[in-house]
């Protein structure tokens, strides 16, 4: 699976901007939960739809029920779990910068569905 075939949803609790930045800086396709209509959606309501993607879907979150989902059901979507407590936005992009070509990498290339990025 190519980068470019990737799409990373961008969980509400993490800062809008996020999505444009990953956009602009790794060329992958990202979304807001906002902007897909998913801002009051329930988590496992997320989880499903993004399930009928053809597993292109990463739901990028520090929300670990999405982990449990992904653990419980074994299925599509991936997930990439941001275990960084709360932190400056500052400090998120520089972690997500230090890892996301790894995490590019691992989403295209191998069959891992969760990724976890920590401090």
Do not use: C, H
Not at 34 to 42: I, M, P, Q
Not at 83 to 90: R, V, Y
């Amino acid at each position: 699976m190519q980068s470019k075939l990737l799409e990373f949803w961008i969980d509400v609790n993490l800062p809008p901007a996020l999505a444009v930045w990953l956009q602009d800086e790794f060329k992958v396709n990202a979304k807001f939960f906002k902007e897909l209509g998913l801002a009051a959606v329930s988590d496992f309501e997320v989880f499903k739809l993004a399930s009928k993607r053809l597993n292109t879907i990463i739901i990028t979150t520090k929300d670990y029920d999405f982990v449990l989902f992904g653990e419980e059901l074994s299925a599509p979507p991936k997930i990439l779990y941001l275990n960084t407590g709360n932190i400056s936005n500052k400090e998120l992009k520089k972690i997500v910068l230090n890892s996301f070509k790894n995490v590019i990498r691992i989403f295209s290339q191998t069959n891992q569905t969760i990724v976890e990025i920590t401090k």
